[in-house]
């Protein structure tokens, strides 16, 4: 407790000397969890807001088509607790794009598993902790990412491949794979040492070939890629099972 009021005290001083107001209505004090920007932050977990859990259920059903793109902008704020959201999400992707607006059984089965993943809570990342692990896995369409630490997940990335990016080999696939997880767990990874789990071999030879010696797609790649220390380690799909369903 003294520590903590200690921490408290250096930080008002320094928001003092930096000219930073805060608003006393605002603040919280000695809590044992708060709810920070649609999030529940407790010691040593965080999840969701459960009012925004609770607008999703209550959008069980869309009827038109602008309401089926709320529900998706809402679940695009929760997605660091959504492992898969670019394959389950897809059939309601889909339905938005189509000419004629029909709601399914497939529809409710998307919806019901994106609320079961939303409903999961994560692991607080811990600089100091170390042992970082991002494991990526690609698939034709789509590629996943998962930040974890200790064997903990704490945060989960997918998207989906346009049509120029579905026609790239499959090792320039697993390199962007990684470039994608790294880019988007910037604030975790840079200046962290961290292990890329990946079912994909050939990664190390690239990886620990000189630059020169790859093709001009892999060496942008490459480029971008050395500003984080990395290890490749060779793991097999079913060492790597959340990536692995994300892609």
């Not at 189509?98 to 089965?109: I, L, N, S, V």
């Not at 292990?195 to 000189?210: A, E, F, I, R, Y």
């Not at 490459?222 to 290890?231: K, T």
């Amino acid at each position: 407790m003294r520590n903590m009021m200690q921490m408290f005290a250096s930080a008002l001083i320094r928001a003092r000397e930096k000219g930073v107001k805060l608003n006393l209505q605002k603040c919280v004090f000695k809590c044992n969890s708060m709810l920070y920007f649609g999030h529940v932050i407790s010691e040593n977990r965080i999840h969701p807001d459960p009012q925004k859990v609770r607008a999703l259920h209550e959008m069980w059903t869309a009827y038109t088509r602008d309401e089926l793109q709320t529900i998706l902008g809402r679940m695009n704020c929760l997605a660091r607790y959504i492992p898969n959201l670019s394959s389950i999400n897809q059939p309601l992707r889909a339905l938005v794009k189509q000419q004629q607006f029909k709601w399914e059984q497939q529809h409710d089965t998307s919806f019901t598993n994106i609320i079961e993943s939303i409903c999961s809570s994560l692991a607080f990342f811990d600089q100091t902790a170390g042992n970082v692990e991002l494991q990526v896995n690609t698939l034709k369409f789509d590629l996943g990412a998962t930040l974890s630490q200790n064997g903990k997940p704490i945060s989960f990335a997918s998207r989906s491949l346009n049509s120029t990016k579905q026609n790239y080999l499959q090792i320039e696939k697993e390199l962007y794979a990684i470039l994608f997880g790294c880019v988007h767990f910037h604030q975790y990874l840079y200046g962290q040492k961290f292990t890329v789990g990946s079912d994909h071999k050939p990664l190390q030879v690239v990886l620990n070939c000189p630059i020169s010696k790859s093709s001009p797609r892999l060496q942008r790649m490459l480029l971008r890629i050395q500003q984080y220390n990395l290890i490749i380690a060779f793991c097999l799909g079913k060492e790597i099972p959340i990536a692995d369903a994300l892609s």
